[in-house]
């Protein structure tokens, strides 16, 4: 369970406090950060009087492109602060499927690559699918469904409404999104995981293998009739929760075939490293005759730090 005591805690304001002064070290003089950390004791004091009192609002979003010019959604310095404080307690309290590899602690894409190439060799039969638009797709409504099973604090799911129902400008045009959950926000990972963690129990629990990494499902098994099953299940989940798989990703066949997962092509392979050249990641395989080769993805696919 979470409580907004949990967020206001002294270790937890301090450690979103550092990861945004951290964040945002580059930000111009004009930016809302310098002024926050000026007078960060006397804000801390008043944001946990507002948030025990629950009072606190969010402001107004500002949609920026990022480096990659994707639309991205920048909260202000105290939003962006209250967002990671709480992301940090939900990352602990909420409960969390093994097989989903984003969340911090969970082994990231390697870790993900790890599990693929663990099991490839006696599963000969793959679903690999995406979630088309993912992050823009999420309901609200069944989303806090799920979180109010976890969640009794009518001031903490009053946050996570405001984090949901935010107001975006551009341009001097405003809306309100009815869909979807924000791009860059440090609470939307832990969101993202938790809106499929349903159907993860559901393939586990059906004794497919499964690995998901945000939006990107893998479930793989030995034989061609057991996957048909994962695949109604799968199509039947991604309904239930309003969402539809991406057409042009998804793949449903033999492994030696080839499939795209992260950006990469496994194929029986049993050793595997992730790195970065020339601005492109790499996923470098060893197959079982012990040739290795380098498998390129698109640039800027995955934000990992080089493998030393």
């Known amino acids: 369970m979470i409580n907004i005591e949990d967020i206001v805690a002294e270790p937890v304001l301090e450690q979103a406090y550092a990861w945004l002064c951290h964040r945002r070290r580059h930000y111009p003089s004009s930016a809302d950060i310098w002024d926050f950390r000026r007078h960060w004791p006397a804000e801390k004091a008043r944001l946990r009087h507002e948030l025990r009192r629950g009072q606190y609002r969010c402001s107004l979003l500002t949609r920026v492109p990022n480096h990659r010019l994707e639309a991205h959604d920048l909260w202000a310095a105290r939003d962006a602060l209250v967002l990671k404080a709480l992301a940090v307690v939900a990352s602990t309290r909420l409960p969390a499927s093994p097989h989903c590899y984003h969340l911090q602690g969970h082994g990231g894409g390697k870790g993900a690559v790890r599990a693929v190439l663990e099991h490839?060799?006696?599963?000969?039969?793959?679903?690999?699918?995406?979630?088309?638009?993912?992050?823009?797709?999420?309901?609200?409504?069944?989303?806090?469904?799920?979180?109010?099973?976890?969640?009794?604090?009518?001031r903490v799911m009053n946050l996570i409404g405001q984090y949901l129902k935010r107001i975006v400008e551009q341009g001097g045009h405003y809306w309100e999104p009815q869909r979807g959950i924000a791009l860059g926000c440090p609470l939307s990972p832990i969101m993202g995981a938790v809106f499929l963690a349903e159907l993860d129990a559901r393939l586990a629990g059906r004794g497919f293998r499964v690995v998901r990494f945000m939006d990107d499902i893998l479930v793989l098994d030995p034989t061609r009739w057991k996957l048909?099953?994962?695949?109604?299940?799968?199509?039947?989940?991604?309904?239930?929760?309003?969402?539809?798989?991406?057409?042009?990703?998804?793949?449903?066949?033999?492994?030696?075939?080839?499939?795209?997962?992260?950006?990469?092509?496994?194929?029986?392979?049993?050793?595997?490293?992730?790195?970065?050249?020339?601005?492109?990641?790499?996923?470098?395989?060893?197959?079982?005759?012990?040739?290795?080769?380098?498998?390129?993805?698109?640039?800027?696919?995955?934000?990992y730090a080089p493998v030393a």
């Open 120 to 154: 490839l060799p006696t599963h000969r039969f793959a679903l690999k699918t995406d979630v088309k638009s993912y992050y823009a797709s999420i309901d609200h409504h069944r989303l806090l469904d799920r979180l109010a099973a976890w969640i009794r604090d009518r």
């Open 228 to 303: 048909r099953k994962a695949v109604t299940l799968v199509n039947q989940g991604l309904t239930g929760l309003g969402l539809m798989k991406h057409p042009a990703k998804t793949f449903i066949g033999k492994t030696d075939k080839g499939f795209d997962f992260l950006g990469a092509c496994p194929r029986f392979a049993i050793v595997a490293r992730l790195c970065w050249i020339g601005g492109y990641q790499y996923l470098t395989v060893r197959s079982n005759s012990s040739q290795s080769s380098r498998l390129k993805s698109r640039p800027g696919s995955c934000p």
